[in-house]
């Protein structure tokens, strides 16, 4: 089969080669995120260590993202041009030899062998590509002014003045040192986060999205400002199982948004109060933003803690902004949605009734039996996989 054949309507330039290798790439991440929370592993005789695991999920992040996001950002249109590739192989080459060569290179930090250094210094600069790529040029031109101070540090004096660092040694630890990339932000991510991400995205193929978004709508349609009321409340619904503000906008907004506008909203009120609806969506539990899981980590206390400290503050927030709703549809003169528009509670608790379950399931392994965050995220999607297989 040729490479250049494609698939799919909208993405006819995508070649089939890079649409296996994205997907089994990602695949791979997710699998491996779910084997190393339930240790599977050790159970077939495996001693790996966190950093080492880290390290290979990054092998396999750094080759998928040069192969799906160009050097100009966004989505990939086309096949990836020979040196995306070779950034790709080299950066999975470097992170790969990482993990399997840790025990050996994490104990002679002070020493700096050359090839962990070579490594190290491939992952690093590459690393930063990929920030740019992703996130822009701010991140990049923080963590190189940090970069620089470590090095000249010791050239300042009082509170500013740090120890003499040579340039080799730097790279070292940021490469195999616990508390650099291989620490606990990237562990986070490669653990708790992707189970979460997991489950948020079952529920979304299974319908749990809809299902929030139409209670709202038969929750909010019939009253004044109902259709900004709906884009409310059916974020907060949305964002307890999301913890992504973009993700949110992207499952209710579709509907929201256009529906505020036949309302009477003007297009920018209407994308402002979806967007700020939506970003509460990181702060509502259960399932909160990857920001919550590194404060659990960095805090040495358990995600059950820190989501209830967060349920009180999401609260008022969605409150705060329920009220502002209703006094702007009262000072506009917006009223309710059309009728036909809105769905029937019965008809909507009847056909999604068990989309609540997996939620309690979570709960009672964060706060019944004290399971670890990812674990209890895996044991609630395979409640959700296991009710929707049954109740279609």
């Not at 590739?85 to 062998?113: C, D, Q, R, W």
């Not at 392994?365 to 929707?388: D, K, M, Q, V, Y």
Request: glycine share 10%; proline share 4%.
């Amino acid at each position: 089969m040729s490479d250049d054949i494609t698939i799919g309507h909208a993405d006819k330039a995508q070649p089939l080669w890079l649409n296996v290798i994205t997907s089994f790439l990602g695949v791979g991440l997710v699998a491996g995120a779910v084997a190393y929370a339930t240790d599977m592993f050790g159970r077939v005789g495996l001693v790996v260590y966190g950093e080492q695991f880290v390290a290979g999920m990054l092998a396999a992040s750094m080759l998928l993202l040069f192969l799906a996001v160009p050097a100009r950002g966004g989505p990939r249109i086309g096949a990836p041009p020979w040196y995306d590739i070779a950034l790709g192989i080299a950066g999975a080459a470097a992170a790969g030899y990482m993990s399997l060569y840790f025990v050996e290179l994490g104990t002679m930090m002070f020493f700096a062998p050359t090839d962990g250094l070579i490594a190290s210094i491939v992952v690093i600069a590459l690393a930063m590509e990929g920030v740019r790529r992703t996130t822009g040029w701010a991140l990049v031109i923080i963590v190189i002014v940090f970069l620089i101070y470590a090095l000249i540090g010791d050239k300042f004096s009082g509170a500013l003045a740090a120890r003499p660092t040579e340039a080799a040694q730097l790279a070292f630890y940021l490469g195999f040192d616990s508390n650099a990339i291989l620490g606990a932000p990237i562990m986070v991510a490669c653990t708790i986060v992707i189970a979460f991400v997991l489950f948020g995205n079952l529920l979304t193929a299974t319908g749990g999205s809809n299902f929030f978004t139409d209670l709202a709508l038969a929750m909010m349609g019939r009253y004044r400002g109902g259709s900004a009321k709906i884009a409310v409340v059916g974020s907060a619904l949305f964002g307890s199982i999301s913890g992504s503000a973009v993700a949110n906008v992207v499952a209710t907004g579709v509907v929201t948004i256009p529906m505020m506008k036949r309302g009477g909203y003007a297009p920018h009120q209407a994308g402002a109060i979806e967007a700020v609806a939506s970003t509460g969506g990181s702060l509502m539990p259960p399932v909160m933003g990857a920001a919550a899981f590194v404060m659990a980590e960095f805090l040495q206390v358990s995600y059950a803690q820190v989501m209830l400290a967060a349920a009180i503050p999401a609260l008022l927030y969605y409150c705060v902004l329920f009220i502002v709703a209703d006094l702007e549809a009262a000072k506009m003169g917006i009223t309710r949605v059309e009728e036909h528009l809105i769905p029937r509670a019965r008809d909507v608790l009847r056909d999604g009734w068990f989309f609540p379950i997996p939620f309690a399931v979570l709960i009672y392994c964060l706060f019944g039996l004290n399971l670890r965050a990812e674990e209890s995220a895996l044991w609630a999607s395979l409640s959700l996989a296991a009710l929707a297989l049954v109740f279609g």
